[in-house]
Structures are given as structure tokens and as C-alpha cells.
């Protein structure tokens, strides 16, 4: 059975940085897409990142720059770490196998529980 | 990566069918058959029920239908039952590697 535990979620000051986790079982991550989604408080889903095969990845403009996607293959685990925290990256942080071809993503199959990010001083 | 736009909520009562609207333009939904569907109820993860515009994964009622028609997609869930009152995303792949949601509809079964 798929399943992915996100951890790592807490509260943190303005400018701060934090990793979140997320543990797969049932399936090997080095061979699929893999992503980070988010969701603020009370709002809708907004993609955040995804790792494509290889060393190849991607990130919506709201965190280009300050959040990197990584993984180790060896721990069957996705990271994402976040810096230069802000108000607005306050969400819950979902990580989500997806299906894709060729760096397009197709969907999102199966999720995690997801973790809470609260920026806040 | 402007939100695929949604109706802020829709209803229906017990037995009868809702559909639910996703608008985005001919750069994400009118450009690719990648329209996917998202059901999450309070609290919970979001569950996929669609996909590649009107595909059903395993284990989804046959129920739930989807269709896209220019750059409009469409979910549609007929003889609804009380368990369907969730919030409802739709998602888009929006080219150059990037994904795009739209702002989710509020189902409620009356």
C-alpha cells in the first residue's frame, strides 16, 4: 500500500528556515515524480514544487529561490527546505506522488497527511 | 500562474446531479488534456477522482464524470449522497513545468 507521512511542520519567526520530510513506503521515490503542495489556512491548494527524474526540479515563482526540493533515495524520503521564510508561506505542506511524462505533471495520486507551517513572530 | 477559476459553492439535494465548473485559458486547461479532480473533506488530505479530463482512478464511483470543452472543465456527480459535500480543486498542467489549482467550490448536500 502507497503511503506518505509528512513531518516537520512548526512555528517559525519571519526569515527563519525549516526542512519538512516526507516518508514513503509501498513504492521506491527514485522512480516517480514527486511534489509539494501547500494550502493556507481556510484557502485552496497551490502547487509548490516537484522533483523530476534525476536532479531535475521545479517551483512556482511564489518560492523560486528561497524553498529547495530534494530527496534520498537511500531513506525512500522527500525533503523540502524552506528559507527566508514569510507570512504568507504559512500552510499546511502536503507531499504527493504524482505522474508525470517527460517533466510534465499529470495528476497527484496519493498524498500525505500533510504538516502545519505557521511563519509568525 | 493566475487560479483556474471555480464557483465558490454549489448544492443539490440527495439523488440529483451538480456539476462543477473550472475556467482557465488555452495555456493550461484549453491547452492540455491534464485536468484533474480533487475532492478533500475538512481536515483531511485531498483524494484524487479524476484524471487526464475524464479518467476514474480505481475505487471512485462511477458517479463522478468529467468533461473539458474549450478551455472550461467540468465535473459532474450525479445521484449525489451526503458523503460527496466536500470542497472540490481543479488542476491544470500550465506548461513550462508547472501546475495550476483552481480556488475550490464548496459542495454542500442539502
Known amino acids: 500500500e502507497v503511503q506518505l507521512v509528512d513531518s516537520g511542520g512548526g512555528l517559525i519567526q519571519p526569515g527563519g528556515s525549516l526542512r519538512l520530510s516526507c516518508a514513503a513506503s509501498g513504492f521506491m521515490i527514485g522512480s516517480n515524480y514527486l511534489s509539494w503542495v501547500r494550502q493556507a489556512p481556510g484557502k485552496g491548494l497551490e502547487w509548490v514544487s516537484f522533483f523530476y527524474s534525476g536532479d531535475i526540479t521545479y517551483y512556482a515563482d511564489s518560492v523560486k529561490g528561497r524553498f529547495t526540493i530534494s530527496r534520498d533515495n537511500s531513506k525512500n524520503t522527500l525533503y523540502l527546505q524552506m528559507n527566508s521564510l514569510r507570512a504568507e508561506d504559512t500552510a499546511v505542506y502536503y507531499c504527493a506522488r504524482s505522474y508525470g511524462i517527460g517533466g510534465v505533471v499529470y495528476y497527484f495520486d496519493n498524498w500525505g497527511q500533510g504538516t502545519l507551517v505557521t511563519v509568525s513572530s | 500562474q493566475s487560479a483556474l477559476t471555480q464557483p465558490r459553492s454549489v448544492s443539490g439535494s440527495p439523488g440529483q446531479s451538480v456539476t462543477i465548473s473550472c475556467t482557465g485559458t488555452s495555456s493550461d486547461v484549453g491547452g492540455y488534456d491534464y485536468v484533474s479532480w480533487y475532492q478533500q473533506h475538512p481536515g483531511k488530505a485531498p483524494k484524487l477522482m479524476i484524471y487526464?479530463?475524464?479518467k476514474r482512478p480505481s475505487g471512485v464511483p462511477g458517479r463522478f464524470s468529467g468533461s473539458k470543452s474549450g478551455n472550461t472543465a467540468s465535473l459532474t456527480i450525479s445521484g449525489l449522497q451526503a458523503e460527496d459535500e466536500a470542497d472540490y480543486y481543479c488542476?491544470?498542467?500550465?506548461?513550462?513545468?508547472?501546475?495550476?489549482f483552481g480556488g475550490g467550490t464548496r459542495l454542500t448536500v442539502l
Open positions: 487526464d479530463v475524464s
Open positions: 488542476c491544470s498542467y500550465a506548461g513550462k513545468y508547472t501546475v495550476v
